[in-house]
């Protein structure tokens, strides 16, 4: 990114710290931020059932955690808990989102880096649903339902 870029992203940060087993955001939720984390891991999960998690994609130092405040509807689409103590820096997205309408250019920076954590996590989601139905005939490829 140019120097201006980075000026306009530290200008919409500051450091944070969250401990073990903190819930950080909640699936469904409104998506108006992002961490860069720094050290600590956080699990990204989804809900099977009301009373089972299942675990996602781990996410640790030096990753990006949070994408879905700068794609609509705005909502988070997992829940991300700690699982140590976690530093991150957290970075407004809202005020982000503005600065992408009206620097395109910065926007367009945003989006490509943006647009590749979340394909990353969708392939772990994917992979994830693969596995947990995987084991079962009914889901798989050739079984009746198909995923559907």
């Known amino acids: 990114m140019r120097p201006a870029h980075l000026d306009v ?19 469904g939720d409104l998506a108006n931020r992002f961490y860069l984390i720094e050290s600590g891991s956080i699990a990204l999960e989804s809900h099977a059932d009301d009373a089972h998690r299942v675990l996602i994609q781990t996410v640790g130092g030096g990753e990006v955690l949070g994408w879905s405040w700068l794609f609509p509807p705005y909502y988070w689409h997992f829940d991300a808990r700690t ?8 970075f407004y997205g809202t005020r982000l989102r503005t600065q992408c309408e ?15 954590v979340a394909i990353r996590r969708l392939q772990a ?5 693969v596995e947990f139905y995987g084991h079962s005939e009914r ?10």
């Open 9 to 27: 992203l530290s200008a919409c940060a500051m450091q944070t710290q969250f401990a073990k087993d903190q819930l950080i955001f909640r699936e």
């Open 83 to 90: 699982l140590q103590p976690t530093k991150a820096v957290f």
């Open 102 to 116: 009206e620097d395109h250019d910065f926007g367009y920076e945003l989006i490509k880096r943006m647009a590749s």
């Open 125 to 129: 989601a994917r992979e994830q649903m």
């Open 139 to 148: 889901y798989t490829a050739g079984g009746p339902g198909k995923f559907g």
